[in-house]
Each structure stands twice: as C-alpha cells, then as structure tokens.
C-alpha cells in the first residue's frame, strides 16, 4: 500500500520500520517539529520519528498544523491508500481523515475504551490494572472514540512505562502489518459504551514522591515515570530520582527514612528505593548514593 506514516516519539518507530520491512512503500513521513534539546538545549533536535524516516530515505514534513487548506491538499496530494498513526501529536482534521482510501488507523497503547488520550501506558500502572494492550483504530472525529479492528493484550505486573511501551509498540506494529496485509479481515468495530476512561497528559506535579500515599501508590508512580520524567522526592534541596523501588512491610510515620537502607515510611507499608539518581548525577544503586550522600534513619524526608 501507498502510506502516510504519522508519529512523533520512539514508541511510533518500530511501526514505521515494520511497514517498510512489510514492503509497503512509505511516501510520507509526518512528525511534529524539531524541538530544543541537546547540550543546554540550544539545539534543535528532530523526533525519534523524523531520524529513523530520514535514515530509510523517506521524504518528512513537520507542519506545526493541520488546519491549513494548504496542508490539507498537500496531505492529500500524496494519493495514499491509508495514513497510519502511532503517537503523532497533532489534532487531524476531518479532511486529513478523509483524505487516504482506506482512512486513517491508529495504533493506540490501551485497550478502548479505558483509556483514550496522552498518556494511557502511564495512567495504566498509576491506577494498578491488572492487564493492558494496543490495538488498531479507525480513527475519527472524537478523542480515540473509533471503531477498532484488532487488539492484543498483556499482563502489567511490575513492569515499567519503558518496559511497556517496547513491548506495546511491537505487539502493535505485528498487528498493524496484519491489518493492512488483509484489511476485509478485520472490520471495525465500535468500541463498547461501558468503561471509557481518559488518560491525561502527565503533569509535572505528579512526579513529586507523596510519602503519606500508600507504598503500593508509590511504587506504581516510580515505575510509571521510568525511565522519565522520573519519580523524585527532595533532600536538603536536591531532587533524587526514584527509578526502582521494593514495597516493604514496616511502619513508621509518613517519609521517616527507617533504617540505613534508606526504607522509607508512606502512608501504608514502606518504600525501598532499589536505583536512584541525584540530579546531575548517573544512576546507581541506592546503596551507592548513601555511600556519598548520607541520608541517616530518623530523616524526615
């Protein structure tokens, strides 16, 4: 098939290199614009997306919208049967829905209903479901409220957001090339009335460690927000990252570091940090940092 590809970050990358190891010819690769970053951010570094198309030899376009007439008929000037999205970024407007035969599909990280929007494989684990998935959406109007023509799932357990978002994106990327190999195979069908939930964009406040929350509540942050932004608490004015913690069963009051370990009290249960790191700092293991940074039993943190 002629496609459009549409996605931005490193979760989108496996789908665009397994359509074209599929043998679909990729005219355009659509991403959102080359941000700052880099050494002090002074740089404008393109998207995971944008890097891996170039690399292929794949023509890229990085509008800042969709809205534009013009961008419209150039969209649509590409003839393609299907527009393929994983994680883009961008609202598409209903003649960019239109525009391909065969529409556009999405591959999104949960299984719809639960949770439509920015951030489902974090929101996943911060609520503790039991299990996840991806499917392949027909993508229209509404926030993820299409039609969806296949699905696959896995257990949670105690991965973490990195953990998932590989293994989401190649059990997506499988079940993308399998769609569009056959697409009469799998018609699309609507998503169930029952369950909708919405997975916001992740605020930065809610990285910020909570010590009077459960050590279950905790535990789930850290593995949500690894491997960034990072699950953090603060110590005489420095962050330290949280990026592997054990649930301990001791009690102490609410952020009281409990032994030379650095157990920490929560609300319910303790927190053990496993792998930290000091701002600034590389990672290592939380008996490493206590070697160079004491935080001594009875810290309230």
Partial sequence: MRIIFMGTPGFAVPVLEGLAEAGHDIVASYSQPPRPGGRRGRQLVPSPVQQAAEARGIPVLTPVSLRNP???????????????????????????????????????????????????????????????????????????????????????????????????????????????????????????????????????AETRLDFTRSAVALERQVRAFHPAPGAWFEYQGERIKILAAAIEDLDGSAGEVLDDRLTIACGEGAIRPVTVQRAGRGVSGADDLLRGFAIPAGTRL
């Fill in 70 to 204: 013009d961008e419209q008929a150039r969209f649509a000037a590409h003839d393609a049967d299907v527009a393929v999205v994983a994680a883009y970024g961008l609202i598409l407007p209903q003649p960019i829905l239109d525009a391909p035969r065969l529409g556009c599909l999405n591959v999104h990280g949960s299984l719809l209903p639960r949770w439509r929007g920015a951030a489902p494989i974090q929101r996943a684990i911060l609520a503790g479901d039991a299990v996840t998935g991806v499917g392949i959406m027909q993508m229209e109007a509404g926030l993820d409220t299409g039609p969806v023509r296949l699905e696959g799932s896995t257990p949670i357990g105690r991965k973490t957001t990195g953990e998932l978002t590989a293994e989401l994106a190649a059990m997506g990327t499988d079940l993308m090339v399998r769609v569009l190999a056959d697409p009469a195979r799998y018609p699309a069908r609507p998503q169930p009335a029952e369950g909708v939930t919405y997975a916001a964009k992740i605020d930065k």
